[in-house]
C-alpha cells in the first residue's frame, strides 16, 4: 500500500523532531537541570510517531513511561510538554506532573502513573465508554516487553476480549526491561503469541519501519470502530540509550545497539523520501524547522518560573484544592 509522500514527510517530520526533543531532554537531564528519573524514546519514533499518526485526535491514548514522543505529539505544543518535564510553572500540567506524568485531556493523552502495567487495566475505562457512549473512539494504550509479565495485561485482555472493546495493545519490544532481555523473562520467541490465548488477533510489526507501524495501527483501528474488539500489535524497536538517562547499559553485548542504529528510523524514511524524489534541500529545510521548534520550547523552558513554593498544594487533585480538605471534616 505505502503511505502518499505528503504524509511520509510529515511523519518524518514528528520523527525529525521528537528525536531532537529527547536530545535536549537527554542534555539537560545530564546537566542536573530535570528533576526526577527521565526515560528516553530516541530509537522508537517510528513506533511513536506511527502509532499517534495513525489515530484521532479524539482516540485516546495512554503513553507509558518511556512516552515523551507519542506525548508530543497528541496534540499539546511541544514547548509546554517539554517546561513540564523540566518542572516548570508553564508545563501543561504546571510542572505537578514531570517526565513520567505528562498529561492533556483536551487532546485525549491520558497519561500515565509511574506503575508499569496500570494503564493497561485503566485504559479499559475509556474503552468501555467508547462502548456505552456508542462513539468510535479508540483506545490505544502503549506498553513495553517487561510490562507484559504484568498480571494485569492478562486481566486486561481477557476483559477486552470478551466485551470486545475497542483497544489497540501496542507493545512496543524494546528487548530490555531494565537490563533483562525479553527473551529471559517471556517463554514466547515473539511476545505478540500471547493473544493467541484470548483468541485475540496480533501482528508482529517492524517498529522502525513508520509505514508498517501506520499500517497495522489504522488496520487494528478499523476492526476497534467496527466492534471487533481489541488487537494486540508488537513493534520491534530498540531504545539507544539505557534503561534510564544516564544509565551507561553495560548489559548490553558488543555490536548490538550499532545494529539497531543502522536500523534507525529516521534514516530509513529519510532515504525512502529522497528515494521518492523529496529533494535534499526539502528535507534539510524540514529538519531546520524542527530544530527551530525544539529551541524554542527549549528557550521557553529556561526561562520559566519555578512554581511558587505557595502554590505546592495546588493542581494536585481534580476540582478542589488541598484547602478544601476541610471541607470534608464534618
Ligand atoms: C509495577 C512496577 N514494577 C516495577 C517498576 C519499575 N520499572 C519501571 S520501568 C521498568 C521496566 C519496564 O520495561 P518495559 O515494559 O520493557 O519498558 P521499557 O522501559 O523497555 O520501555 C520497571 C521494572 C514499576 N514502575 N512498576
Ligand atoms: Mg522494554
Given amino acids: 500500500m505505502g503511505l502518499s509522500v505528503k504524509r511520509l514527510t510529515e511523519l518524518y517530520y514528528d520523527m ?10 537527554e542534555k539537560y537531564s545530564a546537566a542536573g537541570e530535570i528533576p526526577g528519573f527521565v526515560h528516553l524514546s530516541i530509537g522508537q519514533e517510528a513506533a511513536q ?12 491514548k495512554f503513553p507509558d513511561h518511556r512516552g515523551h514522543g507519542a506525548i508530543c505529539l497528541c496534540g499539546t505544543e511541544k514547548k509546554l510538554v517539554m517546561a513540564e518535564i523540566f518542572g516548570k510553572a508553564t508545563g501543561i500540567n504546571k510542572g505537578r506532573g514531570g517526565s513520567m506524568h505528562v498529561n ?16 493497561v487495566v485503566t485504559c479499559l475505562g475509556t474503552a468501555f465508554a467508547s462502548l456505552y457512549n456508542k462513539t468510535d473512539d479508540v483506545t490505544a494504550v502503549f506498553m ?45 520467541q515473539q511476545l505478540a503469541t500471547w493473544a493467541k490465548g484470548y483468541e485475540v488477533p496480533s501482528e508482529v510489526v517492524d517498529g522502525n519501519d513508520i509505514e508498517a507501524v501506520v499500517e497495522a495501527v489504522e488496520k487494528a483501528a478499523v476492526r476497534a470502530r467496527k466492534g471487533e474488539g481489541p488487537t494486540v500489535i ?44 523529496v529533494s535534499e534541500k526539502e528535507l534539510k529545510e524540514l529538519e531546520d524547522k524542527a530544530e527551530q521548534e525544539i529551541q ?24 478542589f484544592e488541598v484547602e478544601d480538605w476541610s471541607c470534608r471534616e464534618n
Avoid at 525529525?16 to 531532554?25: A, C, D, G, Q, T
Fill in 16 to 25: 525529525y523532531s521528537i528525536r531532537r526533543f529527547e536530545e535536549v531532554i
Fill in 49 to 60: 510517531a506511527g502509532v499517534v499518526g495513525a489515530l484521532k485526535k479524539s482516540d485516546y
Fill in 104 to 119: 492533556d485531556l483536551t487532546c485525549r493523552n491520558m497519561g500515565f502513573n509511574g506503575i508499569q502495567g496500570s494503564t
Fill in 144 to 188: 513495553g516487553d517487561g510490562t507484559l509479565g504484568e498480571g494485569t495485561c492478562h486481566e486486561s485482555l481477557n476483559m477486552a476480549a470478551t466485551w470486545k472493546l475497542p483497544v489497540i495493545y501496542c507493545l512496543l519490544n524494546n528487548q530490555y526491561a531494565i537490563s533483562t532481555h525479553y527473551r529471559e523473562s517471556h517463554p514466547q
Fill in 234 to 277: 508488537e513493534f520491534m524497536t530498540y531504545r539507544w540509550q539505557g534503561h534510564f538517562a544516564g544509565d551507561p547499559a553495560a548489559y548490553r553485548p558488543d555490536g548490538e545497539l550499532e545494529m539497531w542504529q543502522d536500523k534507525c528510523p529516521l534514516k530509513k524514511t529519510r532515504s525512502d523520501l529522497l528515494s521518492r524524489k
Fill in 296 to 319: 524554542d520550547a527549549l528557550d521557553f523552558s529556561l526561562n520559566s518560573p519555578e512554581p511558587a513554593p505557595e502554590d505546592a498544594l495546588k493542581h494536585i487533585y481534580a476540582d
